[in-house]
């Protein structure tokens, strides 16, 4: 496996790598998960015919934190609601849900894999989390899933306390252990380190990226963690994700060599169905104060109420970001 | 200088990097060149606010090939229209114009230096006019100039042929030989190989990027060009530049570790001008039809019809192009 990572390179047909979509939980973070059925029932079959390997539907969250009636249901992501989207899902398209650790329920509301359509649990977690992360790892672990933990905001994370983290997590059951660029901090070149080390700590098994386009580096940072052997990576269509956005779809879909993925489907989509959300007012995608967060590596809520409030006094705000760090 | 150049990472204080403003020249072919005075007045004084290295104003095109009135004069970009905004340019600011192969009356209209406010001559031209370009590069010199060479188009270009034309224009008297991604084509990875070619190709002199955004790579490009040796970087006021634009100067400003930059003042143009630019309907900036192009190897100006046209059926847009390779 080690020597086919070192001869990876963007001709090469490489088999491992797997597409991850997360437009719907990412994505709600735009618009509090007020998917429409025909959206999502779109979007699902547009990510088969693309080729993508897995979907992610949304989150889990504990109905006794968070009020049904103030999101739309891919916040709790039921196994009624999957299945009235996917029936069995007799197709090859993998089905995903995220579980934050602190925010669900999952002894209860994660059912044995036998009794469920999810094929895998992502367990999102921050440092402080990693021994409940854990905890929720083997749980769903036991009853029958591929489980994943995206460990968020690393680039806060001082480095010997990263490399103690990183090997907690590759002891547990996990299967692929995620990095995750919570704030679009981080270079290109910072993330080809990272991505070794990632790599190398998780040994046999596997490893993700999950970028935010902060400073429009989303694509050029998967590509590079893709080119130093992270084989999960994430995309969204045309970038939805909260703030600046994730990976755009189309982009990773073009660039990818393997004959079984096409961007045509979701260029459809995006016709269909996404330039409608923007005219909608539903805004995601790069702008002048995510770059500023991201330089900064600054949590992107500052920057999404300046843009909602209207303002453009840019260097202000890169003031404002100054006095709170 | 090569010790330095293997050296180099995103920590270091680099002193031989130049910051290069393109805005009006690449930015002119999304308006005409139809910039007012106080735009430009305004694009000049923060360049030196924000310790721009080099600022290029515009063409220098041949009268007896485009009627002037059909063009803002920043296409001409005469000496008294130069003199008008920077008098004597008593600033550490250098100033450049862009004198496309087959389009410049260079021997009539590129005056000696000692007669004209102009630092820099920047030769843009394909690979079939390599001599005509080593002509233009020589008078050029011989007038007194710092000269570039701007080869576009190299992703249509096969290798061995690129190698003789790096070749043929490095044994010329010019001081800069430009990469540049006309078509916004190139991976980090291709960019990473193709820098470390023009840099030892060049020896002791040195050699530039210009990226276009197509696959929202521009920025990415450009600092990785950089990584290897690259010390001429491009760049263009809220990435304005034909189609998908070019790498932002806020994007770059932020990135360098060099004290004297500042991305500040840019911020504040961006405020003061360029949200009406776009409000009043002037479009560049990444968007799907572009990354097709890119994709593809394609000249933009199909996605800029496209776009024009209101046409938003990407996926047949992508067949089209594909019948026409």
Redesign the interface.
């Known amino acids: 496996m080690q020597e086919v990572k070192e001869k990876r390179?963007?001709m090469n047909y490489c088999p491992d790598i797997k597409v991850f979509d997360a437009t719907m939980r990412d994505g709600g973070l735009v618009n509090n998960f007020a998917f429409t059925d025909e959206f999502v029932r779109d979007l699902y079959q547009a990510n088969i015919a693309a080729g993508v390997d897995y979907m992610e539907f949304g989150y889990r969250a504990s109905k006794n934190m968070f009020k049904e009636s103030e999101f739309g249901k891919w916040k709790f992501t039921s196994e009624e609601d999957l299945r009235a989207i996917v029936g069995e899902n007799k197709t090859p398209l993998k089905i995903s849900i995220m579980a934050d650790a602190g925010r669900t329920d999952y002894k209860t509301d994660i059912l044995p894999k036998k009794d469920s359509v999810v094929d895998i649990i992502r367990v999102a977690c921050y440092i402080h989390q990693i021994p409940l992360a854990i905890d929720m790892i083997e749980d769903a672990k036991a009853k029958g899933y591929e489980v994943s933990c995206n460990l968020m905001a690393v680039s806060k994370v001082a480095g010997e306390d990263l490399e103690a983290a990183l090997r907690l997590i590759a002891s547990s059951s996990v299967d692929i252990l995620y990095l995750v660029d919570s704030f679009g901090n981080f270079?290109?070149?910072?993330i080809a380190n990272l991505a070794k080390k990632y790599v190398e700590v998780m040994g046999d098994k596997q490893t993700g990226f999950h970028g935010h386009?902060n400073?429009?580096?989303?694509?050029?940072n998967t590509?590079?963690s893709c080119?130093h052997g992270v084989n999960y990576l994430d995309v969204t269509v045309n970038g939805m994700g909260r703030g600046a956005g994730n990976c755009?779809s189309?982009?990773l879909l073009?660039?990818l060599k393997n004959p079984k993925y096409s961007?045509?489907?979701i260029?459809?989509l995006?016709?269909k169905h996404v330039?409608k959300m923007k005219a909608d007012g539903w805004k995601w995608g790069?702008d002048?104060p995510y770059?500023?967060t991201g330089?900064m590596n600054s949590h992107p809520s500052s920057a999404i109420k300046f843009i909602k409030e209207g303002r453009?006094?840019?260097?202000w705000f890169?003031h404002e970001l100054m006095e709170m760090d």
């Open positions: 390179n963007m270079y290109p070149e910072q386009n400073q429009q580096l989303a694509f050029a590509i590079e080119r755009f189309e982009q073009s660039f961007a045509l489907p260029l459809d995006v016709q330039l790069y002048i770059l500023l330089v453009t006094d840019y260097s890169a």
